[in-house]
């Protein structure tokens, strides 16, 4: 067993996830289970393999290209025209548990 | 006002403070840094705000280039060396002005790393702050507490600032004292302002920054336990707070207790810091490769293209500004305080007919005006240009430099530029050879003795016979005519 409840609930914490009683054990046995199978994977020699952040780092660019030009399509230039612009306000708060019209509004934050 | 715990000189002697500093920079581009949304200040609340910044379920963000640039061009001032490659991050925590649930920022691979800036020490040296990275992220939103009808049940949300570019510069626990933490700021807020990158204004929020501080019996190699001073927005307060923390702290251990690892915030009215109420667990921010962005690559042949954009930076301007117009290192420090001010300065210079008068005058007639009416150079009555113009004036020989103290004076009388005060008061200058001569005949009259040692060769006499004339003239002499008339009188 490589995490118990106390890990489970402190990254449930972190989450801000409330687990019942009867969910905590089946969280403790999955993320038990999913460090297992990392277990394997590292059974694998990678010493001479690449560190890789993302995928989209192999895979879907041009592989023809190099340096900055290769990643240089999903950028884009400092400009607003032609480029999406922003929601009118009360589509911006449409979703919004609350507000007055102008701003969110969350409980009082007392901290910070 | 400062209220400082009663700590004694002896206890304070024996410890030695320990200081870094993160400072968060927003960087001047006219989008944000994920989307194209508006980043100017003081717009309608959550009007610049769209699907990327409010956080919403599937919106992608994409990477604004100048952003990068912009970041590149600090990192380059501030001389860090720009990794090739380097990766975006996500730092999870839960604040209500950060929808997404975590801030997109970098982490172990920053964009920029090792670099350092100089700040002058006592005794005139120099001292190397050593800066530990320089990365790119995201700012949050903003929230407000405090002048609302429903404020003390609710806060408000403003997200238009959540997604705009910030760089946030780590230094090296380098700093032993506070004011060296107010010449670190002050030289990395000119540094900026050289390149610009930002506009650096502390009120509006585009230069925060928080300090992380501790205390050791000095001669210990290790630190002691630190505290992090947030919510400072002046580098005076910062000096302030960081005063008032380091003999808390002193004072603390010196009463035998424990410096307990915690965030303070600086109340500036009082003078003092406060512990914040805070969850123990805030500070696992479970950094993970942000899948949404492509590792950020700036080759070679862009940071060459990035390099092309740096500016001449203040040190190395003062040394040169030293060198080219022969100005003491104080007057040139003066003179490049802004880059603004030290363009305008040199513009006006190049196009006088003698550059190194225009830097005597400023440092002799103007700086010395200015410091007695406590003004800054920036409100100065007369421009660099006005500066240019009087020292040609001077130079040709249209007025003396009496009648060019006289029209300095009335400048800052009437705060008006030097132009429109020599054009109103077209000072008279005697260019009348008999009336000259007349004078200078009288003057050779009464003093003999100064006649007879010029002619014996003392030619530095002559310096006397002008002063003579100019001041029975009231400065309004012509020199030229003068010193033409004198040497022919005098042979």
Partial sequence: MKVAEKDVLYVADLANLELSPDERPRMVRDLNSILDYIDRLNQLDTSDVAAMAQTSDRFGVDQSKRGSERFAYASRDDIHNGLRESLPRDEALANAPESDGNFFQVPKVIER | ?491
């Fill in chain 2, 1 to 491: 006002m400062v209220t400082s715990p009663d700590t004694s000189v002896a206890a304070r002697a024996r410890y030695e403070p320990v200081i870094g500093l993160e400072v968060h920079v927003q960087l001047l581009t006219v989008t944000k840094i994920f989307c194209s949304c508006s980043t100017r200040f003081g717009e309608p609340p959550n009007t610049n705000v769209c699907p990327v910044c409010l956080g919403m379920p599937g919106a992608l963000p994409v990477l604004n280039r100048k952003s990068v640039e912009f970041a590149v061009l600090a990192a380059m001032a501030l001389n860090c060396r720009v990794n090739e490659t380097s990766i975006f991050a996500r730092k999870n925590y839960f604040y209500p002005d950060l929808p997404k649930g975590y801030q997109i920022s970098q982490y172990d691979k920053p964009l920029a790393e090792f670099g350092f800036i100089e700040i002058k020490t006592n005794g005139g040296g120099s001292k190397k702050i050593g800066i530990t990275r320089l990365h790119l992220e995201e700012d949050a939103g903003k929230s407000l507490h405090e002048g609302f009808p429903d404020a003390a049940e609710k806060t408000a949300i403003d997200l238009n600032r959540s997604g705009v570019p910030l760089i946030e510069i780590v230094s090296e626990p380098d700093i032993s004292s506070p004011d060296e933490a107010y010449d670190y700021l002050t030289r990395l807020k000119e540094i900026i302002l050289y390149t610009g990158v930002s506009d650096c204004n502390m009120e509006e929020g585009s230069l925060r920054c928080d300090a992380n501080v501790s205390v050791r019996p000095r001669g210990q190699k290790q630190f002691g336990t630190k505290t992090e001073v947030k919510n400072v927005n002046s580098f005076r307060f910062i000096r302030q707070a960081l005063e008032y923390e380091i003999e808390r702290q002193i004072d603390v251990l010196e009463a035998g207790g424990m410096i307990s690892q915690e965030t303070r915030l600086y109340n500036a009215n009082q003078g003092k810091t406060y512990a914040m109420r805070s969850k123990e667990q805030a500070h696992d921010y479970r950094y993970f490769p942000e899948p949404d962005l492509l590792p950020l690559v700036v080759d070679e042949k862009w940071k060459a293209q990035i390099a092309e954009r740096l500016p001449e930076l203040p040190e190395a301007r003062r040394a040169r500004m030293v060198r080219e117009y022969g100005i003491t290192e104080y007057d040139a420090g003066v003179l490049t305080a802004t880059k603004n001010l030290a363009d305008q300065f040199e513009e006006a210079a190049a196009a006088a007919k003698n550059p190194k008068r225009v830097a005597n005058l400023v440092q002799s007639e103007l700086l010395g005006r200015l410091k007695a009416k406590g003004l800054e150079i920036e409100q100065s009555p007369i421009s660099m240009k006005g500066v240019a113009l009087s020292a040609d004036l001077v130079e040709s020989g249209a007025i003396s430099g009496k009648i060019l103290k006289d029209l300095y004076d009335l400048c800052f009388e009437r705060n008006q530029d030097f132009p429109a005060v020599y054009g109103k008061e077209k000072p008279q200058q005697i260019t009348d050879s008999s009336a000259i001569e007349k004078m200078i005949d009288e003057v050779i009259a009464i003093n003999p003795r100064q006649v007879e040692q010029y002619r014996a060769g003392k030619k530095t006499v002559m310096g006397f016979f002008v002063g003579q004339i100019m001041k029975a003239t009231n400065g309004q002499a012509n020199p030229k005519l003068v010193n033409d008339l004198l040497s022919k009188k005098l042979e």
